[in-house]
C-alpha cells in the first residue's frame, strides 16, 4: 500500500507557472506506474499525465500536451507535474494516482489506480 500528498497547488495569474508535487509513502515507490489527474467544478476527473516506473515512458491527454510535463524522482518518493502558461481552463483540483498494474491502455482511466492522493487546488485568475 501506498499513501499519496499533493502539494504545489495555489493561486497564479493566466500565463503563469507551478510545480506540483506528490509524495509517496510506504511500498517501495519505484514499483508504481504514477499518474495525474484534474477535477474542474461540475465537470468529472479527467486525465492529464502518466509516467512510468522508471520514468522513461511518460503520456499525456492532448490538452496539456506541450504545456505540462510529468517527471518523477525515486529517491525521492516524488512524482512532479509542472504546468507552464496557465489558462483559467486550467482551474481544478489536481490529484496524483498510484498503480503497479502493467497496462498501458488503461492508462487514461480512474479504474486503473489503486491509490489516490487528496488533491491540491489549482486556481488560475484571468
Known amino acids: 500500500q501506498v499513501q499519496l500528498v499533493e502539494s504545489g497547488g495555489g493561486l497564479v495569474q493566466a500565463g503563469g507557472s507551478l510545480r506540483l508535487s506528490c509524495a509517496a509513502s510506504g511500498r517501495t515507490f519505484s514499483d508504481y506506474t504514477m499518474g495525474w489527474f484534474r477535477q474542474a467544478p461540475g465537470k468529472e476527473r479527467e486525465f492529464v499525465a502518466v509516467i512510468s516506473w522508471s520514468g522513461g515512458t511518460t503520456s499525456y491527454s492532448d490538452s496539456v500536451k506541450g504545456r505540462f510535463t510529468i517527471s518523477r524522482d525515486n529517491a525521492k518518493n516524488t512524482v512532479y507535474l509542472q504546468i507552464n502558461t496557465l489558462t483559467p481552463e486550467d482551474t481544478a483540483v489536481y490529484y496524483c494516482?498510484?498503480?503497479?498494474?502493467?497496462?498501458?491502455?488503461?492508462?487514461?482511466?480512474?479504474?486503473?489506480?489503486?491509490?489516490w492522493g487528496q488533491g491540491t487546488q489549482v486556481t488560475v485568475s484571468s
Open positions: 494516482a498510484a498503480t503497479t498494474k502493467f497496462q498501458w491502455s488503461r492508462i487514461a482511466t480512474m479504474t486503473f489506480y489503486d491509490y
